[in-house]
């Protein structure tokens, strides 16, 4: 096979075409074989497609999804959430994201709510994380919250940004969950109409079908 000067030099054989298409091949199939079970389950969940149960979830959908990016948050050490997900991550996880911009009594039912429902996750809690962006707090519970949240991160606004919410979810009118997935989009949203067992049974039949987070 011939090669270039600097290819000689270098000890390095440029691939040949074939190498280079079965290179391709390959690294498409890991991309398959890694994540696609992630996109089937989405699909899957969204239209009932081969879902032999017929299942109908309870919370409300967003189509298309929201990528997590357009709320703006951060951690308290001002990593941005959305530096949390992605197809590159190691540790995929699902979230729980509780936002209000006043957390009154219904707020504070939804912290609940999300707490008991990642606690019925049993043995696929680990999946699931928590967090909570809340523009402002009772002085009662933020006394209380170390003891009883303590598992459930609290987020901020990036400096000098509006969060996008997506359609149908404003904080300022009334408290909701959002559920992101894995890869960082916003998919479903819930309230204080649904109960623990509604949210509940989505997030498992989700769980059940994706091989991701």
Not at 24 to 37: E, K, M, N, S, Y
Not at 149 to 171: A, C, F, H, I, K
Request: with cysteine; net charge negative; hydrophobic share 40%.
């Amino acid at each position: 096979m011939t090669t270039t000067t600097a290819d000689s030099m270098s000890g390095r054989e440029t691939p040949s075409p074939e190498q280079t298409r079965r290179g391709r091949r390959t690294a498409i199939l890991l991309f398959a074989v890694g994540f696609g079970p992630m996109v089937l389950a989405t699909i899957m969940f969204y239209t009932g497609w081969l879902n032999p149960a017929g299942h109908t979830n309870s919370g409300e959908l967003l189509q298309p999804v929201v990528p997590v990016q357009v709320l703006s948050l951060e951690t308290h050490t001002g990593e941005p959430l959305a530096d949390r997900f992605g197809s590159d991550k190691t540790d995929p996880e699902w979230l729980m994201l509780v936002t209000a911009s006043n957390c009154t009594d219904d707020c504070e039912q939804l912290l609940y709510l999300a707490r008991q429902v990642n606690i019925a996750l049993g043995k696929e809690a680990a999946r699931v994380s928590r967090a909570a962006w809340l523009g402002a707090m009772p002085a009662a519970l933020d006394a209380r919250w170390e003891q009883e949240y303590q598992r459930m991160e609290r987020l901020t606004l990036m400096p000098g940004t509006t969060p996008d919410w997506p359609e149908g979810v404003n904080p300022a009118k009334e408290p909701r969950i959002l559920l992101v997935d894995p890869f960082g989009n916003v998919m479903m949203h819930y309230g204080t109409e649904h109960t623990g067992k509604q949210m509940l049974k989505d997030i498992k039949q989700l769980l059940k079908l994706s091989q991701i987070g």
